[in-house]
């Protein structure tokens, strides 16, 4: 009972699901991405191995739509199953059983699949799909919110709303660049789901985005660094001039309290993003 879009950027190899549905925490049952592999997206009478099954078969060079085939061919149950995959290399597929509730369907093409089950209607899954289309060069968050956002605002579940997640994977995408998980967000229960998912993608990016350009702070801005970092109990003083390693420890420490490593850079370089928050939180 849910409406649902997996896709890939076909520039960086990223690979996601959004998601939103009248049903509690539809983040934990429907959306699964590994990075490098692809994504799935499972509902309806929800067969949650169809996540980690579909990843697996994948990963194992299966294409999309073979998986679908052997969830056809395996699943005593699959008369009232909907799911929609799409692999590392952008090849997709989408299933509906004939089962599911009205309004249900779904569309595949090149790194997309969507679907949805007790829509208002296909009108849906048909803004959805043009809002993918619209969203031609923006980073794959923010490409299937906005899909997401469209197939809400053209009536979504036709029971209402309650949840949605967002979960990305791409290589190196997560925390350190350590990991391919990327984007994990999720509004268990709430008025506006979508809305909110779009609130937590902003902070996500403000805390999480790494630097798009670098440049060195200023006379003022340093100066204002060191006062602040000072009256904030970082250091309990710092010298004048050049950046030096006592104001870049400091700043490190500040930082980290602000869980803006991600958008640390060291040596006196900052990025900007990074310096107008710290400027709107302690003031300029």
């Given at each position: ?47 949650p ?9 994948l ?6 739509a073979q ?22 290399s952008?090849?997709?597929?989408t ?18 699949a ?41 009536g ?6 309650q ?36 609130r937590l993608?902003?902070v ?5 985005g790494?630097?798009e ?5 200023t ?20 010298p004048?001039?050049?950046w ?27 990025d900007p ?12």
């Open positions: 009972m849910t409406f649902s879009i997996v896709g890939r950027d076909p520039r960086t190899g990223d690979v996601g699901v959004a998601v939103a549905s009248k049903f509690l925490a539809v983040g934990a049952l429907v959306p699964f991405v590994r990075g490098g592999v692809g994504a799935v997206a499972t509902q309806s009478f929800v067969n191995t169809f996540g980690p099954v579909g990843l697996d078969r990963a194992q060079g299966h294409a999309p998986v679908r085939a052997q969830f056809e061919s395996e699943d005593a149950g699959i008369v009232q199953r909907q799911f929609g995959l799409v692999d590392a952008g090849r997709s597929a299933f509906t059983g004939p089962g599911c509730h009205a309004w249900a369907g779904g569309v595949a093409a090149e790194n997309v969507i679907q949805g089950n007790i829509l208002a209607g296909p009108e849906v899954v048909d803004a959805m799909l043009a809002a993918w289309e619209a969203e031609v060069g923006a980073a794959l968050p923010w490409r299937l919110l906005r899909a997401l956002q469209a197939g809400d605002v053209a979504g579940d036709r029971r209402g709303r949840s949605a997640a967002l979960l990305c994977a791409g290589p190196g995408r997560g925390y350190g660049g350590l990991t391919d998980d990327w984007v994990n967000l999720r509004a268990d229960d709430h008025a506006d789901p979508c809305g909110e998912l779009e993608l902003g996500f990016d403000l805390l999480f790494r630097p350009t670098t440049r060195e702070f006379v003022e801005e340093l100066g204002w660094l060191r006062r602040t970092l000072v009256v904030q109990g970082y250091a309990p003083q710092l004048e001039g050049p030096d390693p006592a104001t870049e420890a400091a700043a490190w420490a500040l930082y980290g309290t602000e869980n803006l490593e991600e958008r640390w850079v060291p040596g006196g370089q900052v993003v990074a310096l107008a928050y710290l400027r709107r939180q302690f003031g300029t």
